[in-house]
């Protein structure tokens, strides 16, 4: 990839993340769960990068990877120019406060024996931002900021809804006040009407905070929306990467070209005449997956070469990268 | 959270009913005569005489009088009141000579003793070791851990309570049987000992006697092992496994995206949302030493409640052992509360429920 200028926040170069599988009395290791298997990319401050494919590609994994909450196999992730793969203890724990995560389900991650106050105003406590009133009155400002009514704040999760909850989610994240979150999916969780809720709030509040954001998700037409820009995955590496009209219009990698097929077109009489690109056979076990380019076995114009040697990941165009040996 | 609490209160009578008829309907399996029990300390000779008691105390009448009867009483022909469980009469152990009630109220604060004791190092341990195994999944204390508790799962308590017995006892003499040595009783049953609480060890603290303390403690030594190591292996295993799910919540992720140090994750997030199918089975543990660990009295003749129920049963002497398990149904009914209320403190979300 471009070196990174003054502009990049966070750089991605060659993240690997392999999860070893484990057999037998003595737990001999037999292989290893190839889950993010060479990604590289940057994110620039202020926008906010879309990141696709289908479920299991390794989307969640790559940003767990870049947060340190899996310790990646190899690869480096420099953020604001600062390694964070050889970070540990306290010098990563303090460039938590820069760095914050939303996750998919608003059930499972708020601590149930939690208040909303003590879940959203812990991460002020212990990077010793704020202590006590002041903790509650940020605490209120914060549950104002993300339209929850401040009074609230004494109540446990499960009193809330999902859409309540992903927001008390959202609430916490910005508490330390980070300039990069990463949204795993924050939104598929939940019903479509609330989806547009936390979409429009995701976007007021990057606007006034100039958030930069990592956007995880497996609706397209969302991705679209939100982003600036859009990288594909498939199996554990990045396909395609570019800007989002550019990618929407004009997909050059094979297998991005059938997930665009794929989004419904609300018009029906459109929606019969377009060709839909169907993919043959499932997704490869990530355990052993092909040789060459990992989605040979199911692309519809795979020659020799792609059985042969892995497709470097390439500028096409300016700002447009493929990693497609066919792709000219 | 009141609320929850008095809906509860509200549960125990209709419960402690539920136990009356229970243990009323098995009394029904005696003749009326074996029924007398209840009322007589012992049983009439002539057939006259039997006709007179069962017509007095109203043992051939419906079962509904018989119910009251065996609730509140019946005073006999000197204005005594005779029975009435409601009164704490649990009838008479005709194997014992005693009163039921008495015989409950001189072993009970024995098991209670050996419970309070046992317990403490139950849970504390327990959780203690079940929650390094956890953290250190598949490291040398988890390793060691899991075979210490399966041993001790499969370690039926009369073969590991007779070998710690031949060990401690017969080859190191290091921890005899029993209550207490000679020298001690005499100084326990004569004037100048009091029986504050009737638990021996608290009550020798009490009496400043803390050569008798000790006393006690060393005979309590291995009946305490004995339990402590079965349950242990017990707690240990829920401890662990819940603590192993607990940590893979996202909310614990959430805690170290937060920047949490990693003691504050475990210690404030990971282990109270661990610890609620623990308080569950430390109140069934808890009650289930209460009623008296029948095998571990007998095999190190520790005199508790379990031993006296043993006998009894053993000399088909029906009216004790019901006597001792409708105690036990009390007990069961109390400890039950005592872990729901327990739960609305833990867990949040029960309090609304």
Redesign the interface.
Known sequence: MNAGNDNTLLQVNDLVMHFPIFRGVIQRQVGAVRAVDGVSFDIRRGETLGLVGESGCGKSTTGRAILQLYRPTSGAVHFEGVDLVHLKGEELRRMRRKMQMIFQDPYASLNPRMTIADIVGEPLIVHNVATGREVEERVQHLLELVNLNPSFASRYPHEFSGGQRQRIGVARALALQPSFIICDEPISALDVSIQAQVINLLEELQDEFNLTYLFIAHDLSVVRHISDRVAVMYLGVIVELADRDDLYLNPLHPYTQALLSAVPIPDPIADAKRQRIILKGDVPSPVNPPSGCRFRTRCPIAESICAEARPEFREVKPGHFVACHLVK | MTTYIIRRLLMVPVLLFGVTVLIFGMLQFLTPIQRSALYIRSEPKTDKAVEGVIRQYGLDKPLYVQYWNWLVGVVDNNGERKGGILFGDFGYSRVASQPVADLIRTRFPNTLDLTLWAVAPVILVGIWLGVQAAVHQ?GIIDQAARVFSIVGTSFPTFVFGLLVLMIFYANLQWFPPGRLSDWANRVVLSDEFTRYTSLLTFDALLNGRFDIFLDALRHMFLPILTLSYINWATFLRVTRSSMLETLR???V?????????ER?VIFK?AR??AMIPVITLAGFQVVGLLGGVVITETVFTYPGIGQAAATAAAQLDVVTVLGFALFNGFILIVANLAVDVLYAF????VR?S
């Open positions: 598949n919540m996202e909310y992720t959430t805690a170290r995206a937060k920047g949490l140090p504050d997030h109270p949302n833990v867990d949040p979300r609304l």
